[in-house]
């Protein structure tokens, strides 16, 4: 298994917001992480991703534990594209998408060798940004953006990808064009996903299994079909649901809230 957590507390201070969290995902697999704002999603996404150490318990990445490990060579297998990202100011979109190569530079390397190079073309290829690779970051459209810090995240070759509310600040056409360019990686590389997601349509549509989070708590994991209920959806968020089956899945409809 790529990722394993094992007994994982943590947080920003002395009294932990992750509270014992078990959870092992498998290769190829797309985990979202949903729950009512406060409910430590995020929280628990930088414990993953080495922003922030666990008060208790370990995060195995291929076996070995991440906080023990260079952050290099955990950027080689693990790559985090974060909610807010820095627009570096005058850096092209192929600049942007090169420094993803770092991680697997000796650090007297300054120059992309011609492997590294390719390397960042086929990042750029992946997330469709050819025709604006030459174009500075910050004269980007919002989806656009998004998709050039994937590429950057792409250029490290993860096993691992972790995403904080990537779909935040797109409207809905971008959304759905993001998401199915990490569905079309997902099942083509079985690169390994896990997302932050507010929009439960949007978790239960493209997620192989959810997390469900209460108050730092691991709620409940499963299927869409079996972890967004409408009894766990009114204990963990405050609302009276239905769940529709449609065409593209399970989607909840609020009705009220309780």
């Given amino acids: 298994m790529p990722l394993e957590i094992q007994n994982l507390s943590g947080g920003y201070t002395t009294v932990p917001i992750i509270k014992d969290v078990n959870l092992d995902l498998q290769t190829g697999e797309w985990l979202s992480l949903v729950g009512a704002n406060g409910s430590g999603k995020s929280t628990f996404l930088k414990l993953l991703s080495r922003i922030l150490s666990p008060s208790q318990g370990?995060?195995?990445?291929?076996?070995?534990?991440?906080?023990?490990?260079p952050p290099n060579v955990v950027a080689q297998q693990l790559a985090l594209l974060p909610q807010q990202q820095t627009v570096p100011t005058g850096l092209s979109v192929r600049q942007l998408v090169s420094l993803g190569r770092t991680p697997h530079q000796p650090w007297w390397q300054w120059e992309l060798s011609g492997e590294d190079k390719q390397k960042v073309e086929n990042a750029i290829q992946k997330t469709r940004l050819e025709n604006l690779s030459n174009r500075p970051v910050e004269n980007l459209s919002g989806g656009e953006r998004q998709r050039a810090f994937l590429a950057l995240a792409l250029a490290q070759e993860p096993k691992v990808l972790l995403l904080d509310e990537?779909?935040?600040?797109?409207?809905?056409?971008?959304?759905?064009?993001?998401?199915?360019?990490?569905?079309?990686?997902?099942?083509?590389?079985?690169?390994?996903?896990?997302?932050?997601?507010?929009?439960?349509n949007l978790a239960a549509r493209y997620s192989d299994r959810i997390a469900l989070f209460n108050q730092g708590n691991l709620w409940d994991v499963g299927t869409p079909a079996t972890v967004l209920t409408p009894e766990a959806i009114s204990q963990v968020f405050g609302v009276k649901a239905l769940i529709i089956d449609t065409p593209v899945g399970l989607q909840v409809c609020a009705v009220s809230s309780l």
């Fill in 166 to 200: 990537p779909t935040t600040y797109l409207d809905i056409n971008y959304q759905l064009q993001l998401l199915e360019l990490l569905k079309e990686l997902n099942q083509q590389q079985q690169l390994t996903i896990v997302t932050v997601l507010h929009e439960l």
């Fill in 58 to 69: 370990a995060v195995l990445l291929d076996g070995k534990v991440i906080h023990s490990q």
